[in-house]
């Protein structure tokens, strides 16, 4: 079972920062963030992969950054000028297998079956 857990959720005013963590029970080569806010679709917002390379949703690029934190196996994704419209739930997720970053944000966005994740956690900007 691969047990992610998100932190560091909360309310902010559009243009400040948050930063997102996800601790993963092991090191994994490709990781990503997705959210969804009610009524709307999954959207894969970043992901990285064993190069570390990364892949953004257009909707973020330049203003969200993900990287990866070791040995503690954390997922990071730092926002910053954060807008009304990135209000949404938050989470860390894990593909069945090992993909490119592009191919991670792909998938996160697809609506399918496409990996693990944790709980979530709730980001809403005002």
């Known amino acids: 079972h691969v047990q992610l857990v998100e932190s560091g959720g909360g309310s902010a005013q559009a243009g400040g920062s948050m930063r997102l963590s996800c601790a993963a029970v092991?090191?994994?080569?490709?990781m990503g963030w997705f959210r969804q806010a009610p009524g709307m679709e999954r959207e894969g917002v970043a992901a990285?992969?064993?190069?570390?390379?990364?892949s953004y949703a257009d909707s973020v690029k330049g203003r969200f950054t993900i990287s990866k934190g070791y040995p503690k196996n954390t997922l990071y994704l730092q926002m910053t000028n954060l807008k009304p419209e990135d209000t949404a739930m938050y989470y860390c997720?894990?593909?069945?297998?090992?993909?490119?970053?592009?191919?991670?944000?792909?998938?996160?966005?697809?609506?399918?079956?496409?990996?693990?994740y944790g709980q979530g956690t709730q980001v809403t900007v005002s």
């Open positions: 990285i992969d064993a190069d570390g390379s990364t």
């Open positions: 997720a894990v593909p069945y297998q090992d993909l490119s970053a592009t191919e991670t944000l792909r998938v996160m966005s697809s609506g399918g079956d496409f990996g693990y």
């Open positions: 092991a090191h994994f080569d490709s």
